[in-house]
C-alpha cells in the first residue's frame, strides 16, 4: 500500500455514508483488513474513538444497516474517482 492509499483509505474510513463494501471494490481490503490499517496508523485514541463511531448506532458503515433510500457509495462532495486515484481539477 503505498502513503496516497493509505490516506485514502483512512479518509474513507472516517466518513461515516462510505460502507467498507465500497473501501473493498476500491482497494480491494476487506473490513477485518481496515480496521488492522486503522490500528496501525492512528494513535491508540483516535482508533478507539473510530471504532465506537463505527459501532455506534448512528454510522452507516455496514450496507445491511443503512437506509434502503442511500444507494450510493461515495458523498456528494468527493470528486470522482478513477482507478483508485482522485481526479485532478
Known amino acids: 500500500m503505498t502513503g496516497t492509499n ?17 473501501i473493498r471494490a476500491q482497494f480491494g481490503l476487506s473490513e477485518a483488513e481496515v480496521i488492522v ?6 494513535k491508540p485514541s483516535s482508533f478507539r474513538n473510530w471504532r465506537k463511531r463505527v459501532n455506534s448506532g448512528s ?8 437506509n434502503g433510500a442511500i444507494n450510493r ?6 470528486r470522482a474517482i478513477s482507478n483508485n486515484k482522485i481526479s485532478k481539477r
Open 59 to 66: 454510522s452507516q458503515k455496514h450496507l445491511l444497516k443503512r
Open 37 to 42: 490499517c486503522m490500528r496501525r496508523e492512528l
Open 6 to 22: 493509505t490516506d485514502r483509505i483512512i479518509e474513507m474510513a472516517w466518513e461515516d455514508k462510505t460502507p467498507f463494501e465500497a
Open 73 to 78: 457509495f461515495k458523498s456528494s462532495r468527493q
